[in-house]
């Protein structure tokens, strides 16, 4: 596979502050690599990086196996980013908008027109061409910020959580739009902190937290490193300590809890698990009001490498 | 790309309705207002002709021109009516002074004018000042009436020629006498307009300012993106400059129409100078912009606020509000004036309108210019920085 992106051990502090610690990692052409980690866990902090618009302490930056530099223009022209704050100009329609910054990179006004309707088409801002920045909802205006950074239609995207505080039918109208991005050929690096949507669109994941990767590969090639396997909750209002005691000593049960009536049994593998433990509690004379099996998560998998919930 | 970031910066910066209103609908607001301010000033002036009274003895009978001259200042009828006057003998003058109902009365004689008040006030003064205009002018035209005669009492034809000069010399004094008076009212309200302009100037620097501030992956969201692109650092930001600039001249000449066309506001009559003033004025402004917007990080509105702040104290200082605190800088803080660009920017009209030479416009110019380099320099070093610590 071609390396389109290389990080090297790239390290930043701000002031003291480590961000990022000594990454390396590489972009292969024609993925959508995602970026899933906590806030401040160091995501834009990595993209700004590799952007060239941060300093850094220490590193090595290539794309398209050149160096990064501030006056690389000739690799700028291939790169689009839709940072995390929306950027576009409160004074210009939609369409005035995406013209000007697609403006930058295609001066043929032909070429531009194309390019412009393609990304209206895209995002799906047909209706609101005419429509100042203000008067979009928050969804739309995602959209637009999208639509101004992928207009010219670039070989490399950065996308900054893109999705954060947009509604489902906006959310999903931008997923599927970087899917169609991809299969027109380009390379994509994503952010977010929800890992339903890692899960339906990159093809693989890095895991941060506090500036390091944890983890990295396809969505299951990483749940195959978490070693539950399976999840068991059971709603119950009374088990003596005795009985809980019991539990877990069940086989396969690697961990349990029991808060507010809700009991949690994880297990390390998948094996009539949720029969034996349907039979414990009958024979136990414990009543329950609902029990269910779940598979593990990206966020299981965080939690138990970190020890802490992906979210907060 | 130069002119696609400058088209676009320029409709972005013109639909901007808190810039365009700083910058060119305030100014405007501000003439017509100083205009209204002033106008009633006058107004107030003429109601309130000063009660006078003339001692109607036989040298003021006999004087035609004294008395042409009382009527014709007291007349209800004259727009620049001076007096209301009272014609009594003395012993109802000194009554009339006693209950207040005059503020002084006058009692020509043949070789001097007496002026009796019992108070010393404004009304007073003028009172006094008037008279004595009056007397002067009348001792001239006796002046002229004994050349005049001389004339023909001699049959020489050079003493003709002699006396007619001296005629015209006599003459051109007198008004030059007046247009000096004139000038002196003039003044108060011109220097207020002068600063008016200056204000002008340097609020347009605010555009520049915004447009830079879009520029900049440091200072806004939409300067991240534009870094990204492939047009360099340095076109964008000159473009977005000039776009700015240009509003900013469109704003100093709508206040020149404005105020010369409809307010009919007299500015003196160095155009070329006038326009080299503003031009140079407005460069100060915005290389003020630029520096404050590239070397201070806050917020865009946080950035306005100290452009409009300091630009408002510099033109206070610079006598916007009152001519007399410039005055007073200048006699006891002279520095801050030297360095205060709104003030070498009234100052040079200033010096345009009332000198005849230009050493001290020249002087002005060059100090706006040394400012001006200044703030480049601040701004540049700013500009230069592509990679940042923290964005
Ligand atoms: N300008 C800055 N100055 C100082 N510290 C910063 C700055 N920007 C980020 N940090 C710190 O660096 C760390 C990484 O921040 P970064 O913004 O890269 O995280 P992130 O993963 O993008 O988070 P989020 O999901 O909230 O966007 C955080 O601890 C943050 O507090
Ligand atoms: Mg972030």
């Known amino acids: 596979m071609e390396n389109i992106i290389e990080v090297k051990n790239l390290t930043k502090l701000y002031k003291k502050k480590k961000a990022i610690d000594d990454l390396s990692f590489d972009v292969y052409k024609g993925e959508i690599l995602g970026f899933l980690g906590p806030n401040g866990s160091g995501k834009s902090t990595t993209i700004n990086c590799i952007l060239s618009l941060l300093n850094f302490n220490k590193g090595n930056i290539k794309i398209f196996g050149r160096e990064m530099s501030p006056n690389a223009y000739d690799i700028k022209r291939k790169i689009g980013v839709v940072f995390q704050d929306v950027a576009v100009f409160e004074e210009l329609t939609v369409y005035d908008n995406i013209d000007f910054f697609c403006g930058l990179y295609v001066s043929n006004n032909n070429k531009r027109k194309k390019y412009i309707e393609d990304a209206i088409n895209l995002v799906g801002l047909q209706e609101f061409k005419k429509y100042y920045p203000k008067q979009l909802s928050g969804g739309l205006l995602r959209r637009l910020n999208i639509a101004c950074g992928i207009a010219h239609k670039p070989e490399i995207i950065f996308l900054d959580e893109p999705t954060v505080a947009v509604d489902p039918q906006s959310r999903n109208n931008i997923l599927e739009g970087i899917k169609k991005l991809r299969s027109d050929g380009a390379t994509i690096i994503y952010t977010t902190h929800y890992m339903e949507e890692v899960e339906m669109i990159c093809d693989r994941v890095i895991v941060l937290d506090k500036g390091k990767i944890i983890a990295k590969g396809t969505t299951d090639e990483l749940k195959y490193l978490a070693k539950i396997k399976e999840k068991i909750t059971v709603e119950a209002k009374e088990i003596s300590n005795q009985n809980l005691n019991q539990i877990k000593q069940l086989p396969e049960v690697q961990n349990i809890s029991y808060e507010n009536g809700i009991l949690k049994i994880s297990y390390e593998n998948e094996k009539n698990n949720l029969e034996n433990i349907i039979d414990f509690l009958k024979n136990n004379q414990i009543k329950y009001r609902k029990i269910y099996s779940e598979r593990p998560t990206l966020n299981d998998v965080f939690l138990e490498l970190t020890g802490k919930e992906l979210r907060d | ?217 440091n200072m806004s969201n939409v300067g991240k993106r534009l870094s990204m692109t492939p047009v360099s650092k340095l076109k964008m930001v000159i473009s977005g400059t000039l776009a700015g600039y240009l509003i900013q001249l469109v704003g100093v000449a709508l206040l020149f129409i404005f105020t010369i066309g409809i307010l009919k506001i007299d500015f003196g009559n160095k155009t070329f100078e006038m326009v080299v003033l503003a031009l140079v004025g407005s460069f100060a402004g915005l290389t003020m912009g630029v520096a404050v917007t590239a070397a201070i990080k806050t917020s865009e509105n946080a950035k306005t606020g100290i452009l409009i702040g300091f630009t408002m104290l510099g033109c206070f200082f610079a006598g916007m509000m009152g001519v007399s605190m410039k005055y007073l800088i200048d006699k006891s803080v002279p520095i801050i004036n030297k360095l205060n660009p709104a003030n070498m920017i009234t100052d040079g009209f200033y010096s345009l309108y009332y000198y005849d030479t230009l050493d001290r416009f020249y002087g002005n110019i060059c100090g706006l210019c040394i400012f001006s380099a200044i703030m480049l320099a601040i701004a540049i070093v700013s500009l230069r920085k592509q990679k940042y610590e923290s964005i």
């Not at chain 2, 309705?17 to 107004?43: C, D, Q, R, V, Y």
């Not at chain 2, 006999?62 to 012993?91: A, C, G, I, P």
């Not at chain 2, 009339?96 to 503020?103: A, F, T, V």
């Not at chain 2, 008037?130 to 001699?154: P, R, Y």
Request: aromatic share 12%; proline share 0%.
């Open chain 2, 1 to 217: 790309m130069f002119f696609h970031n400058f088209k676009y910066t320029l409709k972005a910066l013109l639909r901007n309705k808190g810039l365009i209103f700083w910058t060119l609908a305030f100014p405007l607001i501000m003439a017509l207002f100083f205009n209204m301010a002033f106008s009633n000033i006058e107004k107030q002036d003429k109601f309130k002709a000063i009660n006078v009274a003339v001692v109607t003895n036989e040298y003021y009978e006999n004087n035609t021109m004294l008395k042409e001259t009382f009527e014709l200042l007291s007349d209800e009828n004259n727009k620049d009516r001076v007096f209301d006057s009272k014609y009594v003998n003395q012993d109802e003058a000194k009554e009339l002074l006693e209950e207040e109902k005059i503020d002084g009365y006058v009692v020509f004689s043949e070789d001097s004018q007496q002026i009796i008040v019992n108070k010393n006030g404004v009304n007073q003064t003028i009172l006094k000042f008037v008279v004595e205009e009056i007397v002067q002018a009348e001792d001239t035209a006796d002046i002229i009436q004994e050349k005049v005669e001389n004339i023909f009492n001699s049959r020489e034809e050079n003493g003709i020629m002699e006396t007619l000069k001296s005629i015209i010399i006599l003459l051109q004094n007198n008004s030059a006498n007046i247009k000096d008076n004139s000038d002196a009212n003039l003044s108060y309200m011109t220097i207020e307009f002068f600063t008016l302009v200056a204000m002008t100037c340097l609020y347009g620097g605010i555009l520049g300012a915004v447009a830079i501030n879009w520029c900049l992956a």
